[in-house]
Every structure is written in structure tokens, then in C-alpha cells.
């Protein structure tokens, strides 16, 4: 059974910094691209970033709006995806999600079939 575990989110002021992290379990991780996605109250749950796996050079793809900012990496001795968020505005907050594809470099939500339970990131001014 796949279990896809987010943790770090929480509440940090505008221009600071956090980071989530993402443990997969039950499946084999470097043969997934690793996503994040995020979804704000009554808003679409949007992809944010990408990776690879270590196979495909663990390429990276970034959303303009977190591009600079934003920071995704994996460990795959561990299963774990990270997030790290800096520079962060008002407009970051959301539920943050991770989620587990297929070995494309694409954020398009229906591709991903492994989904957490999202972890809530508040920016306040």
C-alpha cells in the first residue's frame, strides 16, 4: 500500500523561509517524478515543481510565480522529497501537496497518482 506523507508546514512571516518534506512509502521511489502542488481557498490546487528522478538527472521544473524562490530536491536513500521555501509572500499560503508520477517533467495535476494529505503553509504580513 503507497502512503505519501507531508510534514513541516506552519505559520511564518512575509520574506521568511520554511521547508516541507514529502516520505513516500510502498513504492519505488527514484522511478517516480516527485511534484508539489498547492491549493489556496477557492482556488484551483495548482503545480508548483517537479523532479525527476536520479535516472533522468533529477531535472527540475518550476512555476513562474515560485521560480527563484522556491527550491525542490530529493533524497532517494530516504524516499523523501523537500520543498524549500524562501522569500515567502502572502499570497504562498495554501495547502501544500505532494504527489507521485510517472517519469515525465510535467505539473499537470491528472498525471500524478499518489497524492498526501497536504500540509497548510500561512504567510503572514
Known amino acids: 500500500q503507497v502512503q505519501v506523507v507531508e510534514s513541516g508546514g506552519g505559520l511564518v512571516q512575509a520574506g521568511g523561509s520554511l521547508r516541507l518534506s514529502c516520505t513516500a512509502y510502498?513504492?519505488?521511489?527514484?522511478?517516480?517524478?516527485m511534484a508539489w502542488f498547492r491549493q489556496a481557498p477557492g482556488k484551483e490546487r495548482e503545480g508548483i515543481a517537479c523532479?525527476?528522478?536520479?535516472?533522468?538527472?533529477?531535472?527540475?521544473y518550476y512555476e513562474d510565480s515560485v521560480k527563484g524562490r522556491f527550491t525542490v530536491s530529493r533524497d532517494n536513500a530516504k524516499n523523501t522529497l523537500y520543498h524549500q521555501m524562501s522569500s515567502l509572500k502572502t499570497e504562498d499560503t495554501a495547502m501544500y501537496y505532494c504527489?507521485?508520477?510517472?517519469?515525465?517533467?510535467?505539473?499537470?495535476?491528472?498525471?500524478?497518482?499518489?497524492w498526501g494529505q497536504g500540509s497548510q503553509v500561512t504567510v503572514s504580513s
Open positions: 504527489a507521485a508520477g510517472p517519469p515525465h517533467l510535467t505539473l499537470m495535476r491528472n498525471y500524478y497518482k499518489y
Open positions: 510502498g513504492l519505488s521511489f527514484d522511478d517516480y517524478t
Open positions: 523532479i525527476r528522478s536520479s535516472a533522468s538527472n533529477g531535472r527540475t
